[in-house]
């Protein structure tokens, strides 16, 4: 099946500093992914759609100049966590569907936890 | 907006008992339905899928579920726990069409031996 990957897996930064977090499709091309955020004992929350080749699209209540999306190539989306602070801290997940599969299955990332001290 | 609610954050089972799992949904259109399994700091992993056949739809390691749109339920079982169900348990619900997935809370399975 298809295959989706994650950069890095775990980060820990300062109060202030950019991280970015890489997300990519193996052995297929995604025009579109999605990221997620993931609180401790939480659910999973939409915070946007990237698009390859024009602007992601932000779910409400997600910072845009805030959580960057870059989705430059088909196989490559990265979001940077732009001066990132502890409330900031969570864990990220990628999704990217598959156009081989039946019915576009989605595929996720094994996620990236973001420590901010 | 599509939205799922899954009950009871925390659900016991001894090894061997049924598992079950309740999932209700709201969509306007019909929906497409997914329940996904999470190990503890790891992404998410199908375990099966209602796209608008058969109505019993069967998954991977043993889980089923049956989508019943008279009471907007798409609830999970399994005949038999066994101690590596222990996980995160997520319903999720997209458009038709639309791959934009709304999650429920989730419900955290706990095998008892």
């Known amino acids: 099946g298809a295959v989706v990957s994650q950069h890095p897996s775990w980060v820990i930064c300062k109060s202030g500093t950019s991280v970015k977090i890489e997300c990519r499709s193996l052995?297929?091309?995604?025009?579109?992914m999605f990221w997620y955020r993931q609180f401790p004992k939480q659910s999973l929350m939409l915070m946007a759609t990237s698009n390859e080749g024009s602007k992601a699209t932000y779910e409400q209540g997600v910072e845009k100049d805030k959580f960057l999306i870059n989705h430059a190539s088909l196989t490559l989306s990265t979001l940077t966590v732009t001066s990132a602070h502890p409330e900031d801290s969570s864990f990220y997940i990628c999704?990217?569907?598959?156009?081989?599969?039946?019915?576009?299955?989605?595929?996720f990332g094994p996620g990236t936890r973001l420590t901010v001290l | 907006a599509q939205s799922v609610t899954q009950l009871g954050s925390h659900v016991s089972v001894s090894e061997g008992a049924l598992v079950l799992l309740r999932c209700n949904y709201s969509?306007?259109?019909?929906?497409?339905l997914f329940w996904y399994v999470q190990y503890p700091n790891q992404g998410l992993q199908l375990l099966l899928k209602?796209?608008?056949?058969?109505?019993l739809v069967k998954g991977i390691n043993g889980f089923e579920a049956e989508f019943k749109k008279s009471e907007t339920s798409f609830h999970l079982t399994k005949p038999s726990a066994h101690m590596s169900d222990a996980a995160e348990y997520f319903c999720?619900?997209?458009?038709?069409?639309?791959?934009?997935?709304?999650f429920g809370k989730g419900n955290q399975v706990v095998v008892i031996p």
């Open positions: 209602y796209t608008s056949a058969a109505t």
């Open positions: 969509s306007s259109v019909p929906p497409y």
């Open positions: 999704s990217a569907p598959y156009s081989g599969s039946k019915n576009n299955e989605q595929f």
């Open positions: 999720a619900v997209s458009d038709y069409g639309n791959n934009r997935l709304a």
């Open positions: 052995d297929f091309q995604a025009t579109t």
